[in-house]
């Protein structure tokens, strides 16, 4: 490690920690969960950034700054100060929102940005490929770079409860008639993560120093995620795993549902077609997640990146979650009707 990199080595005012971290989407579905798990460390100053005439509530903690993201100096003035920025953005927000937001960072000095990538295994060059609502992560990063800012992205695979509370078309499990399909024969295992254990990492990231104070340090900083992903995750389970974690949480037997199995590529296909004959932008966005979804329980497909290329877990002290724990919040979200709710939202444009 060259000595520029050592926090000795720094000039006169340098603070080796992260104290202000600003976040885009506080009130959004990830980035609520990381705001509050941010505010829980105590070891932050954190500012939500809003929508000038946003109605949405910031997570209790955070100061609120209303901003218009197509006015450039209203942004940089509300990154005035902040050390690392995080960015959470919808669906449906406009394509160059995100670019616009990095080059208002650099304008206001933020050195370090977490952008809004929750990724699969960059490593995978055929799962990135195929998989229709997969981000680009170059494109992201080199856009950061250019402006003159570092980077840290979570390779997250996709989120547990979320995904299992859907619906069929993300996990096969339509809970309305009890009907579960299976990807081929349902033992494929994949990471997942769920938004608590996607929070606790951010927040143990933002909590480390900054760098290592001298060459003798061997402490994990922020440094060593520079410009690199982050990589973790809460299980590595198969479709039947999440089925006997939902049937013990329930009561559920075998014969109280209906299962079918159909093949990954089939059901992929499927999706695909489904995405490129959509009549509406909403039919072409399911049609994508069919198949964005089906192509992580390829068989082989890389969507266990635990095994291939190990996990930041234990870097950052993250715990072992039970898997029973996050199917019951699954559970509360599909009895509270979480999958309706999120689509009249979209629909309406909220």
Same mark, same amino acid.
């Given at each position: 490690?060259?000595?520029?990199?050592?926090?000795?080595?720094?000039?006169?005012?340098?603070? *080796?920690?992260? /104290?202000?971290?600003?976040?885009?989407?506080?009130?959004?579905?990830?980035?609520?969960?990381?705001?509050?798990?941010?505010?829980?460390?105590?070891?932050? =100053?954190?500012?939500?950034?809003?929508?000038?005439?946003?109605? *949405?509530?910031?997570?209790?903690?955070?100061?609120?700054?209303?901003? &218009?993201? #197509?006015? /450039?100096?209203? %942004?940089?003035?509300?990154?005035?100060? +902040?050390?690392?920025?995080?960015?959470?953005?919808?669906?449906?927000?406009?394509?160059?929102?995100?670019?616009?937001?990095? +080059?208002?960072?650099?304008?206001?000095?933020?050195?370090?940005?977490?952008? #809004?990538?929750?990724?699969? $295994?960059?490593?995978?060059?055929?799962? #990135?490929? /195929? #998989?229709?609502?997969?981000?680009? %992560?170059?494109g992201i990063t080199g856009a950061i770079e250019a402006a003159g800012c570092s980077w840290t992205y979570l390779i997250c695979s996709l989120w547990y409860e979320y995904s299992l509370a859907m619906g069929p078309i993300w996990f096969g499990f339509d809970f309305a008639n009890k009907k579960l399909?299976?990807?081929? &024969?349902?033992?494929?295992?994949?990471?997942? =993560?769920?938004? &608590?254990?996607?929070?606790?990492?951010?927040?143990?990231?933002?909590?480390?120093?900054?760098?290592? &104070?001298? /060459?003798? $340090?061997?402490?994990?900083?922020?440094?060593? @995620?520079?410009?690199?992903?982050?990589?973790?995750?809460?299980?590595?389970?198969? +479709?039947?795993?999440?089925?006997?974690? @939902?049937k013990r949480v329930t009561g559920d037997k075998d014969a109280d549902w209906t299962i079918e199995k159909v093949p990954s590529k089939e059901r992929y296909d499927q999706g695909i077609a489904a995405m490129k004959n959509a009549l509406d932008p909403m039919s072409a966005r399911m049609g994508a997640a069919m198949a964005s979804f089906v192509r992580l329980f390829f068989p082989n497909g890389g969507g266990d990146y635990e095994t291939s290329r190990g996990l930041d877990n234990g870097r950052l002290g993250l715990p072992k979650e039970d898997l029973d724990e996050a199917t019951a919040r699954a559970k509360d979200m599909v009895d509270n009707e979480y999958a309706a709710k999120l689509f009249a939202k979209v629909a309406s444009g909220a």
């Amino acid at each position: 490690m060259a000595p520029t990199q050592y926090a000795k080595d720094q000039p006169t005012g340098f603070t *080796n920690r992260i /104290e202000r971290v600003a976040i885009v989407g506080a009130s959004g579905q990830i980035g609520a969960s990381l705001a509050q798990a941010l505010v829980s460390t105590g070891k932050h =100053t954190v500012t939500a950034l809003t929508r000038q005439g946003s109605k *949405n509530k910031v997570p209790p903690g955070l100061k609120p700054v209303a901003m &218009d993201y #197509n006015d /450039e100096e209203s %942004v940089v003035s509300a990154l005035q100060g +902040q050390q690392l920025l995080i960015i959470t953005l919808s669906a449906t927000a406009p394509p160059d929102t995100h670019a616009k937001i990095v +080059q208002a960072a650099a304008k206001a000095g933020v050195t370090h940005i977490m952008p #809004n990538i929750f990724g699969i $295994d960059d490593t995978n060059e055929a799962l #990135n490929r /195929e #998989n229709p609502l997969n981000a680009d %992560v170059k494109g992201i990063t080199g856009a950061i770079e250019a402006a003159g800012c570092s980077w840290t992205y979570l390779i997250c695979s996709l989120w547990y409860e979320y995904s299992l509370a859907m619906g069929p078309i993300w996990f096969g499990f339509d809970f309305a008639n009890k009907k579960l399909t299976l990807y081929d &024969d349902g033992t494929t295992k994949v990471n997942l =993560t769920t938004w &608590d254990q996607c929070g606790r990492a951010v927040a143990a990231l933002a909590s480390l120093k900054v760098l290592p &104070d001298d /060459e003798n $340090d061997k402490i994990p900083t922020l440094a060593d @995620w520079k410009n690199k992903p982050l990589v973790v995750s809460s299980f590595l389970v198969s +479709q039947l795993d999440m089925f006997e974690s @939902w049937k013990r949480v329930t009561g559920d037997k075998d014969a109280d549902w209906t299962i079918e199995k159909v093949p990954s590529k089939e059901r992929y296909d499927q999706g695909i077609a489904a995405m490129k004959n959509a009549l509406d932008p909403m039919s072409a966005r399911m049609g994508a997640a069919m198949a964005s979804f089906v192509r992580l329980f390829f068989p082989n497909g890389g969507g266990d990146y635990e095994t291939s290329r190990g996990l930041d877990n234990g870097r950052l002290g993250l715990p072992k979650e039970d898997l029973d724990e996050a199917t019951a919040r699954a559970k509360d979200m599909v009895d509270n009707e979480y999958a309706a709710k999120l689509f009249a939202k979209v629909a309406s444009g909220a």
